[in-house]
């Protein structure tokens, strides 16, 4: 556990630049992390160990610069590869898949909303293996569109500057972070109210930063999810990019985001059956009226099974189905397509919310007694599906997937959808 205000020993090596990866490699090289992350990811949750050295190796391997575009050095790789790469991830430790969701989704911001020299600066920081985290939530507020957090004006600043001040809750990743992107109001309107919102790009060492780790979630213990404390923080015109106009049109920000939250669920739902396989075929006992040797030969257990697989086959397939659509949308931005976009991808948070849900607690039921000894840890699967699958409701995705079958309706454009 690291104390509060501190930053987590957390370093690339001297002169090390990660490699720049194509969709095949990117897979690879996330299968081979996800196996790492899994050797310890039940220790750490029940230590509750911030994984550091996990997230170096994360920003050593390239994975966090597959989306950088071509034309500034990176692959260019869209939201398929993405969102394959955090569901592999979430397989090993889903506390550590979330961690870059954020990093994913703010690069992806800059290429939505930044001018070229933005774009350079800080798609070349992604490049060498710098980490971008979050500081978007705030708590207190109506609801988690509401925002207090302002960046104000300061005239004698050299170049013109701005002045951040607020509080974040739920900072995921901002820990561990180079960059902390946070979310502001910049200035006021003619009317005297909060200006539009913009991103301010804050150095995670800054002069007037606290990042404090607080976070107590029963699951999704450690990605370190804490509090953001701005208190005076400056901030130059070169760090602060326009957030409000990214929603001016037709977007699929919002569903690029929700995609990897989903292929995060995804994640946990496919780990939550292999444990559950591993220990039926390794460690269960027959129930008697069975009448086999093995547990996994009991027609009941297997057919348990065999729901939990269709389930989690379900929630895969329709991952993958969303992400081909985002990609879809991106080739050719539309109302139409953006709308079709976020209804693939709302499709697949539900189901993949139910999947998760469903094998993290059916993994009890097919592994019997045993299973529940607290030092196995295997409870943390549903509590990481629980935690995580509240970010959004899944009722609010099956509502919108309902207008439309029922007359239509393309969803609303946020970024929640």
């Known amino acids: 556990m690291t104390a509060a205000g501190t930053a987590p020993v957390s370093t690339l090596p001297v002169g090390h ?49 597959i989306t950088v575009p071509t034309a500034f050095g990176g692959p260019g790789l ?13 397989t090993g430790d889903p506390n550590v898949a979330q961690i870059p969701h954020s990093h994913f989704v703010y690069v992806n911001a800059l290429r939505h909303a930044a001018t070229d020299a933005q774009r350079a600066f800080f798609f070349d920081e992604v490049l060498a293996g710098r980490r971008f985290g979050n500081a978007q939530s705030e708590v207190g507020t109506r609801h988690v569109r509401e925002f ?13 500057g701005w002045r951040l001040d607020g509080e974040k809750g739920y900072a995921t990743g901002a820990l561990f972070a180079d960059w902390i992107p946070v979310l502001a109001h910049r200035g006021a309107g003619e009317d005297g109210e909060a200006g539009p919102l913009h991103v301010a790009w804050v150095e995670r060492e800054a002069a007037g930063v606290s990042v404090v780790d607080d976070w107590d979630g029963l699951g999704q213990r450690t990605t370190a999810s804490g509090t953001v404390r701005l208190e005076g923080v400056r901030v130059p015109d070169a760090h ?17 985001a929700q995609l990897l939250h989903a292929a995060i669920d995804a994640g946990i739902a496919r780990a939550a059956i292999a444990d559950a396989a591993a220990f039926v075929t390794t460690k269960s006992r027959p129930y008697p009226d069975a009448g086999v040797e ?9 057919h348990a099974f065999g729901e939990v697989e269709l389930a989690v086959r379900s929630a895969e397939a329709l991952l993958r189905e969303a992400a081909a659509a985002v990609e879809a949308a991106e080739a050719d931005l539309t109302a139409a397509s953006a709308g079709e976009a976020s209804l693939a991808v709302a499709a697949a948070r539900a189901s993949s919310t139910a999947a998760s849900l469903e094998a993290g607690t059916r993994l009890f039921e097919v592994a019997g007694t045993r299973s529940a ?9 549903w509590r990481n599906a629980r935690t995580h699958t509240l970010h959004d409701p899944a009722a609010w995705k099956v509502q919108h997937l309902g207008r439309h079958a029922v007359d239509g309706t393309l969803p609303p454009n946020h970024g929640q959808i």
Not at 249 to 254: A, F, I, K, L
């Open 148 to 160: 207090r957090t302002a960046l104000t004006a300061v005239p004698d600043a050299d170049g013109g």
């Open 17 to 65: 630049r990660p490699p720049v990866l194509d969709a095949d490699q990117a897979v690879e090289v996330a299968a081979e992390l996800a196996s790492y992350l899994a050797a310890g990811a039940a220790e750490r949750d029940a230590e509750r160990v911030l994984p550091a050295e996990p997230l170096d190796r994360l920003a050593a391997s390239g994975l966090q610069g």
């Open 78 to 90: 869209g939201a398929v590869a993405a969102a394959e790469v955090t569901r592999l991830l979430a």
């Open 373 to 381: 000894l607290a030092r196995l840890n295997l409870d943390r699967h």
């Open 294 to 302: 093995r547990a996994a030969e009991d027609p009941l257990v297997v």
């Open 240 to 256: 602060v990019t326009p957030w409000h106009l990214t929603f001016d049109g037709p977007q699929v920000y919002g569903a690029f």
